[in-house]
């Protein structure tokens, strides 16, 4: 099993979840974050974590996120690791909560 970053990360990408991550497996794109599924050690702590609820297990993963899994495993192989929390995007909070952000997913 692993943890899956989903759509509610895009254009906000708070970090919370960074700091908690005991193995590292954050990797890091322009407006979103993803989970390396081989490093996942399932440990749950950084689900509460997130402030935009976008952290789930690959066995919670709604029905309308599960493309997010895919898309965790694939970005995650060339994403930079990213190990410690930084700032928010600017408009995150403008952002936390919309709906349909998966086409503004910058690769
Ligand atoms: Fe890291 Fe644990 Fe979250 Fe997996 S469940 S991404 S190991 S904090
Ligand atoms: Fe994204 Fe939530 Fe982490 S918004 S960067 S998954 S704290």
């Known amino acids: 099993m692993t943890f899956v970053v989903t759509e509610n ?6 970090t919370d979840c ?3 991550c005991p193995v590292d ?10 989970i390396d599924p081989d490093e996942c ?9 997130c402030p935009a609820q976008a952290i789930f297990s690959e066995d919670d993963l709604p029905d309308e996120q599960s493309e997010f899994l ?13 190990s410690e929390k930084k700032d928010a995007l600017p408009d995150a909070e403008e952002w936390d909560g919309k ?5 503004l997913l910058e690769r």
Not at 9 to 14: E, L, R
Not at 26 to 32: I, L, Q, R, S, Y
Not at 70 to 82: A, F
């Open 99 to 103: 709906t349909g952000k998966t086409p």
């Open 70 to 82: 895919q898309i965790n495993e694939e970005l995650s192989r060339v994403w930079p690791v990213i």
């Open 25 to 34: 497996c954050f990797h890091e794109g322009p407006n979103f974050l993803v």
């Open 41 to 49: 050690i399932d440990c749950t702590l950084c689900e509460p974590e």
């Open 9 to 14: 990360c895009i254009k906000c990408k708070y």
């Open 18 to 20: 960074v700091d908690v």
